[in-house]
């Protein structure tokens, strides 16, 4: 009976102080020859950049259009105050302003005068 407890204790014990000593034994060892430097320019990142030019350039588009709209009001608000000056300071008689339509109008025909 004794036996039989010492093998069976012997076949339990074996196993766990070999890997004891292994463990203890052996120096953790890790290969410090290579350098690995990460630039941080990976797929998500790149795919982020990318949303951010598109964002960027749609931004920029949307600033041109409405840049150009606001200097074509400001063309014709211009053109108008010329043209109201002119029409104002015309010889004809019969030339009157039109704020709505904002045009020079002769007064017996309503057609547009060019002073």
Partial sequence: MISSFSRRLTMILLPVSFAASVLMGVPAQAKTDRLVI???DN???????????EQWDDTRSLRRKVNRRTEKE??????????????LKSANVNAYWEPDTLRCLDRSTGRTIHP
């Fill in 38 to 40: 990460e630039s941080g």
């Fill in 43 to 53: 797929a998500l990142s790149r795919q982020h950049a990318a949303m951010e030019k």
């Fill in 74 to 87: 400001w063309d014709k608000t211009d053109t108008a105050f010329d043209a109201r000056d002119n029409c």
